[in-house]
């Protein structure tokens, strides 16, 4: 995997502009803040991504892969506001949960997701070498 940092860009933070990768791709589809049964323990937005990031972790496992394997985030937020906010817990359950790796990454405020009490839903795309 290569991370993609034109000279003279601003390096960002918690993401990266772009990776290149090759090998076996594995898709996850969006991951929100219910455990392994169907069940919310908080409507907390940061518990809620926690959740979701060790969701991702699990789904992966199943592949062979692990959170250094991803290439390619997605996240689908309910307020931007709670979001930035939420910044600080975010980036520690990140750091955590997923370590130093930070692939290329994009945050988009929907006006809805499918289960109500989802706050946060977030899709990976990861290359195992």
């Not at 006006?111 to 899709?123: K, Q």
């Given at each position: 995997?290569?991370?993609?940092?034109?000279?003279?860009?601003?390096r960002p933070r918690g993401y990266a502009n772009g990776v290149a990768?090759?090998?076996t791709t594995v898709y996850v589809s969006g991951m929100i803040g219910w455990d392994s049964q169907g069940v919310f323990h908080t409507d907390d937005f940061a518990g809620q991504t926690r959740q979701a990031l060790h969701n991702i972790v699990e789904v992966l496992a199943e592949a062979g892969a692990r959170p250094e394997h991803i290439v390619r985030m997605t996240w689908y937020v309910l307020d931007k506001r709670e979001y930035v906010a939420a910044w600080p817990a975010i980036g520690a359950a990140y750091r955590e949960i997923m370590g130093a790796h930070y692939p290329a990454m994009t945050a988009v405020q929907v006006?809805?997701?499918?289960?109500?009490?989802?706050?946060?839903?977030?899709?990976v795309t990861a290359v195992l070498p």
């Open positions: 995997m290569k991370i993609l940092q034109p000279p003279g860009w601003v990768a090759r090998g006006a809805g997701l499918v289960e109500d009490r989802a706050r946060v839903e977030i899709e």
